[in-house]
């Protein structure tokens, strides 16, 4: 594993039962900083513990690394796992551009190993019933997918490393925004159901973004978000870290028979003709899923490098988008104090589910704060499509 501690640690409480178990042999562990304990993941004996990827790659000889670094890091580090002959696990994003994505495509063609993506939600046995209903037409004909979610950050969030909250570090683009980073897996679960309503992995052809702060740093906190593409519906994210009550993040997906609703975090799903809300278990590991790819290759992927373009195209986007609009005075609401300090804005909940439910961006809403979105054309001049994601009367 290379990124041992702080998010790592997740990845490590994942490694520790299969290590446990045989099925896996963790070799070592890579950080820049102290490996921090962790009851649930402990560091097995004999384990090398280091602070070059190069170093671990060269003595340890894995057949399987997990990245989990910051976002900037992960091209260079990836394509050292890949020259020395190891499958990855890739922390999401997986990369901050197209050219990036192509280089590390082309680089798992030349070698031949595998690249999983670290989106995680994907697995969810929710997420394949609700594609499933979708290609079986049970919401008939898919006019529109969005996203809500509303969490909470406190000042803590944004300390927690020295590129939190920021665009670039050193020259590099970072990106550390609510789209790019935290809800990332609410763009991504779009993604994968608009691949279902498409019959195909989503090729965007117009993106609009609108970005807002509430704090002193250079990414967005709160942001709506739409993607038209060449052939699925229109997908919108409306999401913010700056929630004045907590939405764990729900997929909406309109149709002409019905509306079905994803609660992704969770695994809860309604379809059309359910009583209420159902949760659906059974997550598949993202790792467990590599391992069993390795043993073999007919078994999918869950989260391959080229599921995830869509996404790569919509952070691009993001990462050419202005810096975001800052928000405060009496629309902002501040509770706590020192690490724990809150801010939320005003009405920013219902805002955000009427961006939702309508399809439309804050700016389109007639909220009096709200700035244009900043559009990134990718058809060469072909007008792309929109279709209303209101849901039939």
Not at 59 to 78: N, Q, Y
Not at 259 to 287: C, I, K, N
């Amino acid at each position: 594993m290379v990124g041992a501690n702080g998010h790592g640690r997740s990845h490590r409480r994942v490694v520790a039962p299969l290590h446990a178990a045989g099925r896996l042999r963790l070799v070592a562990l890579v950080d820049v900083r102290p490996i921090e304990d962790d009851p649930a993941a402990p560091v097995p004996d004999g384990t090398l513990v280091c602070t070059d990827h190069r170093e671990m790659l060269r003595t340890a000889r894995p057949d399987v690394v997990v990245v989990c670094t910051p976002p900037h890091t992960h091209l260079p580090i990836a394509l050292d796992v890949l020259a020395a002959g190891a499958d990855l696990l890739l922390e999401k994003p997986p990369v901050l551009s197209t050219a990036e994505h192509r280089e590390l495509a082309a680089a798992l063609a030349a070698t031949g190993r595998a690249c999983q993506v670290g989106f995680q939600a994907l697995g969810s046995a929710a997420l394949t019933e609700l594609a499933e209903a979708v290609r079986a037409g049970r919401l008939g004909t898919v006019t529109g997918i969005a996203t809500v979610a509303a969490w909470q950050r406190p000042d803590a969030y944004y300390a927690r490393a020295p590129w939190a909250g920021r665009r670039t570090l050193h020259g590099r683009p970072v990106l550390d925004g609510a789209l790019a980073n935290p809800l990332a897996h609410a763009v991504m679960q779009c993604l994968a159901v608009a691949e279902a309503a498409g019959n195909g992995p989503v090729e965007p052809v117009r993106i609009e973004v609108e970005r807002y702060r509430v704090r002193p740093i250079e990414v967005d906190d709160t942001a709506t978000l739409r993607v038209l593409s060449r052939s699925g519906p229109p997908i919108v994210a409306a999401v913010t870290l700056a929630g004045e009550d907590f939405v764990a993040g729900e997929v909406l997906v309109t149709g002409t028979a019905g509306r079905a609703v994803l609660e992704y975090p969770t695994d809860r799903l309604l379809l059309p003709g359910d009583a209420g809300w159902r949760e659906v278990p059974g997550r598949r590991g993202l790792l467990e899923n590599l391992l069993d790819h390795r043993a073999d290759r007919a078994v999918p992927l869950i989260a391959p490098l080229a599921r995830t373009a869509g996404f790569t195209a919509v952070l691009e986007a993001v990462t050419a988008a202005p810096e975001p609009t800052p928000l405060g005075g009496d629309l902002v609401t501040v509770a706590g104090d020192g690490p724990g300090r809150v801010l939320t804005v005003r009405g920013i909940n219902r805002l955000l589910r009427r961006s939702a439910d309508e399809g439309a961006l804050l700016s389109e809403l007639a909220v009096p704060w709200a700035v244009p979105p900043h559009r990134t054309d990718l058809t060469g001049g072909e007008k792309p499509q929109r279709t209303a994601t209101q849901p039939p009367a």
